[in-house]
């Protein structure tokens, strides 16, 4: 019926069309005329009527082709399109702001990455939450001394030394033994390495350093072997566990004489065996050598560290190191069961029981997070990052091993999608290598802490220690100590709505102004055990002051 009707009845289109054309074929004819006007003669008299409609339209068409009304007609035109313009814009502004305004500043950091957050971020480097807190007034001060240069026609024995623990544990422990051999005037052969941690990684030294390099490195403070002189091979040597936390006294004077009299004496634990301070200078700085300059990792462990670091700066972008220590081990051995399920609580305590090397059975773990002594949470470190000022496209990566829980690092991610570690930085083929060696994948990590913007760690370890020391030693590279038992009450005050946001990152900036590594001299304690770590803090020791800043 539509189609019907629509053929029955000319369209508006065409009778648009044919008004159109008529009256232009009518002005043509008056123009010709000469005059600009319409010669009504008796043959066109009878059209009179049929065409005044017509005429209204020419003289319209006139009106417009005249240039000054023309010109009026378009600068009227412009207005018109200028002024909706204008309200279009008034509009969308509004609309803008209406949305904006109804943003939480944690709805903006959910937002997806767009080149506008990128330049954002890029720009950000140069901001404070960037900035390294190193100065020039200091400088690394490990030189030896022509006179601490050993005798290499003396040795007064030799030592063997099994490093126990991770990594990190394994090499400040070498470090301590690389000074012990120097205050007994000792040999010392290439350390053997722990492979009964929680870890069980069978590499030996040479699977991890570059023992080269180490024997080089160490030629004018001490001799190291390979192995034994085959003089000794047959000998029996002293088994000997040193006391903890010791001063150089105790090696000099007693192990010394048991030295010269076996000869060999083989040290059975290495960790934690000399003081943090009231240590002769000499060996302070023997001990940086050792942890920071002679212990390199293998040439296939630093080459793929370093493309991992150039792959997180690509494009000039900063990247936060986060040493997150929520791992199986690590909340077992601390008792930290905070929000995590009951079975896995369980798995934990169960662990725990079951590792006889860890003395502490019993542990309250809720109290033991109100005390701070527990490693941070995804959540808690997210918030904590977002406190601090840190966009939502910062690059994260995690330098620990496999998060713990069925939450795993959601709580993270939603904040901070921009998640990586060295299982996805890395290809498949360049891991292989290192697969099933925990202290090598560890050694990577280690790198990849070392070189970045920012290295934040949640829990006060080895690997926080060592990394921490070793970037003051560089320089004071930004380092984040975070105040966890503050934290931790921060957190609950805003979850039980006593703090608003803004109060919660505001305190906790505030809490953190001198936490991010700049110069503070190593605290001493009434308790070796309780006191600030030497490899976790150098200074003094390896760094000093430079001779202009003494005088002032």
Not at 46 to 55: D, T
Not at 213 to 233: Q, T, Y
Request: with cysteine.
């Amino acid at each position: 019926m539509m189609a019907g009707g629509e053929n029955c009845r000319t369209s508006p289109l065409a009778a648009t069309i044919k008004t159109r054309r008529k009256p232009m074929d009518f002005v043509e004819k008056a123009e010709e005329n000469g005059n600009g006007k319409v010669d009504f003669t008796a043959q066109n008299h009878h059209q009179l009527g049929h065409h005044q409609h017509r005429i209204r339209t020419v003289s319209l068409m006139r009106y417009m082709r005249s240039g000054r009304y023309l010109g009026r007609w378009i600068f009227g035109a412009l207005m018109l399109l200028m002024v909706s313009t204008m309200f279009v814009k008034i509009m969308l502004i509004h609309f803008f702001l209406r949305v904006n305004a109804s943003m939480s500043s944690r709805d903006f950091l959910q937002l997806p990455r767009t080149s506008l957050e990128a330049r954002d971020l890029m720009h950000a480097k140069n901001n404070e939450i960037w900035t390294n807190p190193g100065t020039d007034k200091y400088y690394k001060c490990i030189a030896r001394s022509s006179k601490e240069i050993r005798d290499k026609t003396i040795s007064n024995g030799y030592i063997l030394v099994h490093a126990n623990g991770g990594l990190n544990q394994m090499r400040t422990g070498i470090s301590d033994m690389v000074a012990v051999a120097k205050l007994m005037n000792a040999s010392m052969v290439l350390p053997l390495l722990d492979h009964k941690s929680f870890w069980t990684d069978p590499s030996e030294f040479k699977d991890i350093f570059n023992r080269k390099h180490f024997i080089r490195a160490l030629e004018d403070d001490i001799e190291v072997l390979e192995s034994l002189p085959p003089s000794l091979a047959n000998v029996e040597p002293l088994m000997k566990a040193p006391v903890s936390w010791s001063k150089a006294s105790y090696y000099s004077r007693e192990i010394l004489k048991l030295l010269k009299r076996h000869k060999v004496i083989e040290f059975t634990h290495t960790d934690s065996r000399l003081a943090n301070n009231g240590i002769p200078d000499f060996i302070q700085k023997l001990r940086c050598h050792a942890m920071y300059e002679a212990l390199s990792f293998t040439e296939e462990i630093v080459e793929l560290g370093k493309k991992l670091v150039n792959r997180l700066g690509e494009n000039g972008e900063p990247y936060i190191a986060l040493h997150l220590r929520y791992e199986k081990d690590m909340l077992a051995f601390t008792g930290c069961n905070y929000n995590l399920t009951r079975k896995e609580s369980e798995e934990l305590r169960k662990l725990r029981y079951k590792t006889k090397h860890w003395k502490e059975k019993r542990i309250n773990g809720t109290e033991k997070r109100l005390q701070g002594g527990c490693p941070m949470t995804p959540r808690e470190a997210a918030l904590f990052l977002e406190a601090m000022g840190y966009p939502s496209n910062t690059k994260i990566c995690i330098v620990a091993g496999e998060i713990f829980g069925q939450n795993g690092l959601k709580a993270l991610q939603e904040r901070y999608p921009n998640i990586y570690s060295h299982s996805n930085l890395a290809t498949e083929q360049e891991l292989e290598p290192f697969m099933q060696r925990h202290n090598q994948l560890a050694a990577l990590d280690y790198i990849i802490a070392l070189h970045s913007d920012v290295f934040l760690y949640t829990y006060d370890g080895n690997m926080a220690k060592a990394v921490r020391g070793h970037r003051l030693f560089e320089g004071f590279r930004k380092t984040i100590n975070p105040d966890k038992k503050n934290i931790v009450r921060l957190i609950d005050e805003m979850n039980n709505k006593k703090l608003t946001w803004e109060e919660f990152a505001t305190q906790v900036r505030g809490l953190h102004v001198n936490r991010t590594g700049a110069p503070n001299a190593r605290v001493v304690g009434d308790s070796p055990k309780l006191e600030e770590n030497f490899y976790a803090n150098p200074f003094p020791g390896c760094v000093c002051p430079r001779p202009e800043e003494k005088s002032k």
